[in-house]
């Protein structure tokens, strides 16, 4: 029910609230453009459709120009993306996505920041099967993309397995429940029969989501302190779990996160979700349905650039968003409860969780499965998979957990990982195993820069550095963007780079090393000699003067580099 004294922002609504309007329920035409064989691409109101389908149109834009002068079409591929809450996937599962990878993609997966499988090079022609043989293997791709409720995220791996048991079984809970009602996906790619006639009442279709779904994308991930992985402060509903006895108690409930800004537009920002209160863990659900509502009732439908929740918070104010939040509810959340972030990476090497089973962390620069020349990565992960017996978890540092290991496994897999050389990263630079970065060029259409293909070679630039200063084993998080929508977190990032321009990235510094603490601008459009030159200055103070245990972010605001940044509203300032 809409509280008539709130509104959404006034303007006409965009051209996708339009596609979305006139779509019926995210069909559109896309049944019958992706039998087309004039093009291997999609109109753009279908490709607007495509992504609640889990799904993107690219190019490939090394080919770009070349393609141009010869006068053909851009090599139009498809990207492809798996709703997987809590990035859980069995063995036979991960033995289906590298088959699919092979026969349909480019033979690469690639590890998302939001814990699921992502694979590019999909052509038209082949999209149906691609998505037919996910569905078989107890996956999907529904709502991975689009303006729904997106892949639910938590903590990979806390140090308390039996939680952890438990949060995943919420995660499942939330990403299904969640899901849009339309039978527009099943009709499209899994030949379900269409079911003839139209309801009288719209919303009996979508009850939650209404006809015209929300104004963007929402995402929600839950945190198991001490690690905050998920960087649950950029979700724009987070959910933190309290610990009390070794039981979990329920959860502190955060609201209007999210990384995304534009270029020059003060008005956008990325942004951290605030406490409001605290729930029982059977409300979970309820929160997360009432806060989607108030978000699709008034969001910002008009300019897509400010149509996440985060705007709509700031907008109405937390104060006045949680009190409608709570009268959806009938009910008063509790008091926040106390509670600790060490950190927000991952914990490298061998776990033992409880029941005698194991858990291996292993460093996948990039996120991306591939082999190598020298180093088969794909096959060995392959290999592993035809033996485990336990999951596989990718985390949202794009690395990846062999989880759940018998002692009986345990000593075939750790033969297959020496075989092949797989790593947990101990030979790294702890700066390099706290990297993170987004696909970028040059399948990524909204890029300006590089990010995947370029910052491990930026890397082994900046290690000469640390090297030189003792920091080679000091926790720092470094994130690049190949443009500023946010996919690898670059605010969080106390390192950040943004990109501008082939070669040109903003510089940003002082997030903090738990995830709770924007970044500030250091420098605008700079290249690799000065993003060096910067560093070779910042390092060598930090490692003279810095406090005892203090992290790079904290003590580049400490010293006066950068000013603190408490909130995405004074991320520009």
Not at 19 to 42: C, F, H, Q, W
Not at 230 to 249: M, P, T
Not at 356 to 380: M, P, V
Request: with cysteine.
């Amino acid at each position: 029910m809409v509280n008539k004294t709130l509104s959404a922002p006034e303007g006409a609504p965009s051209d996708v609230e339009r596609i979305k309007r006139e779509s019926n329920y995210l069909r559109g035409t896309l049944k019958e453009v992706m039998l087309d064989p004039i093009s291997s691409g999609i109109p753009d109101d279908d490709n607007r459709l495509m992504k609640h389908h889990g799904s993107y149109l690219q190019d490939d834009r090394d080919v770009r120009v070349e393609r141009q002068k010869q006068k053909l079409e851009p090599a139009y591929q498809f990207m492809l993306r798996v709703r997987m809450p809590g990035g859980v996937s069995t063995p036979s599962q991960w033995l289906v996505m590298d088959e699919l990878a092979d026969k349909y993609g480019n033979g690469t997966l690639k590890l998302t920041t939001r814990e699921t499988f992502q694979m590019h090079g999909i052509l038209k022609w082949n999209m149906k099967s691609t998505i037919q043989g996910i569905n078989e293997a107890l996956l999907d791709t529904i709502a991975a993309c689009g303006d729904v409720n997106r892949n639910v995220m938590c903590t990979s791996n806390p140090y308390q397995s039996e939680i952890h048991a438990e949060v995943y079984e919420w995660s499942k809970k939330l990403s299904d429940d969640l899901l849009p009602k339309t039978r527009a996906y099943h009709e499209i790619w899994l030949d379900e029969e269409k079911v003839a006639g139209t309801p009288e009442v719209e919303e009996e279709v979508e009850p939650m989501y209404g006809p015209l779904y929300l104004p963007r994308k929402f995402k929600i991930g839950i945190a198991v302190p001490p690690a905050n992985d998920i960087d649950v402060f950029s979700q724009d509903l987070g959910f933190i779990a309290i610990i009390e006895d070794d039981k979990l108690v329920g959860f502190n409930v955060a609201i209007g996160g999210g990384m995304g800004m534009s270029h020059g537009d003060k008005e956008t920002y990325p942004q951290l979700a605030k406490v409001i209160g605290f729930c029982k863990p059977d409300k979970l659900y309820e929160i997360a349905e009432k806060t989607i509502t108030i978000q699709r009732d008034y969001g910002n439908r008009s300019a897509r650039k400010n149509a996440r929740f985060k705007y709509t918070v700031d907008r109405l104010g937390l104060d006045v968003v949680k009190e409608e939040l709570e009268s959806r509810l009938g009910w008063a959340l509790d008091e926040a409860r106390p509670y600790h972030f060490e950190h927000n990476g991952d914990r490298y090497g061998w776990v033992k969780g409880i029941k005698g089973k194991w858990h291996l962390t292993l460093f996948i620069e990039g996120g991306r499965i591939k082999d190598y020349e020298d180093f088969k990565l794909k096959t060995a992960l392959r290999e592993i998979a035809k033996v485990h017996t336990g999951d596989f978890r990718l985390t949202a540092n794009q690395n990846l957990i062999i989880g759940n290991i018998s002692s009986q496994k345990k000593k075939k897999i750790t033969e297959l990982i020496e075989q092949y050389g797989l790593t947990d990263g101990s030979h790294y630079s702890a700066l390099r195993r706290n990297s993170m970065t987004c696909v970028a060029l040059p399948t990524c259409g909204l890029a300006m820069a590089e990010a995947e293909r370029y910052l491990p070679s930026l890397i082994d630039k900046i290690d000469e550095i640390i090297e030189e200063n003792g920091l080679r084993n000091e926790e720092i998080t470094i994130r690049m963007t190949g443009c500023p929508n946010g996919c690898a977190r670059h605010a969080l990032g106390e390192i950040g780079f943004i990109g501008k321009a082939v070669g040109k990235y903003n510089m940003y510094l002082g997030a903090a090393f738990d995830g709770s603490r924007l970044s500030k601008m250091y420098r605008e459009n700079i290249g690799e000699e000065e993003i060096l030159t910067e560093l070779r200055k910042l390092f060598p103070r930090y490692a003279k003067e810095r406090h005892e245990g203090e992290h790079f972010g904290d003590f580049v605001i400490r010293v006066g580099i950068v000013k603190e940044t408490t909130d995405g509203t004074n991320f520009h300032e």
